[in-house]
């Protein structure tokens, strides 16, 4: 559902939903955890040109970090930004784990179909996202490695990933300020990592509303000289392609 108030857009997705937008510049995105042990995987492009997109190793590299919070940026391969973490209560989002396949359902979960559950099957990440692809005129070689909000994944000193349980609690938030037009695809589906043997998937609030500018002392500009390199090629490329410059 779909609510409309003083120009903010808030939709619920739904445990194992869904959804996909083009978003334009100059937005914040807030997504908030309705319960505990939220997790959403979130695919990010640029919406004009949709081989452009979220590249998990440039964005991680030039930030010294192997997780996302306040202050970080996601990059493309172009050395731009589709969007920053504006704001966030959860400290940490995990960025290499990847999605959940079919495969990693059935077997973690036990087999389940539409045919025979109805809406009540457990849904994939990857199921989720090609359909939410496919419905933006992207295939399945459009899916790339995915942040997963909400979640917490570290690796210890002999390289094994360790999923931390009870991470997120319910009211929890995440506040994503788009620098371009982006196309978000997203899929509320459990982390692939989850080491709890019930399927579990939580509901999510997306709001939707303007962005103030991007001042001087933004912290997301600031956090590295290679975010402020960023924003300026995101700055330029802006410019250039929406009519800035007369």
Known sequence: MINTVSSIITKTIPAGGKWSARIQKGK????????????????????????????MPDTLKAQYTAFLTKGNVLMTDHGRVLASLVEDTVGWHD?????????????????????????????????NLM???????????????????FSKV?????GNMNFVEGHTKKGESVTLRTEMDVLLVL???????????TYLSTPIEVKIKGAEPVRENDI???HRDENRRAFENTW???MLT?????
């Open 28 to 55: 914040e995105i807030t997504f908030t955890a309705l319960e505990d042990g939220a997790n959403v995987s979130l695919l990010l492009y640029n919406a004009d040109d949709t081989a452009e997109r979220y590249n």
């Open 131 to 149: 359909v939410e692809l496919f419905r933006n005129g992207l295939t399945t070689s459009d899916l790339s490695p995915v942040i997963n909000l």
């Open 236 to 238: 330029e490329y802006v």
């Open 187 to 197: 899929s509320n589906t459990p982390n692939p990592l989850d080491t709890r043997h």
């Open 95 to 127: 960025t290499i784990s990847g999605y959940s396949t079919r495969k990693m359902i059935d077997e973690k979960y036990g087999k389940t179909t539409y045919q025979e559950h109805r809406n009540e099957w457990y849904r994939s990440g990857e199921e």
């Open 220 to 222: 997301c500009l600031n």
């Open 242 to 246: 929406k009519g800035g410059i007369q």
């Open 154 to 158: 570290f690796c210890d000193v002999e």
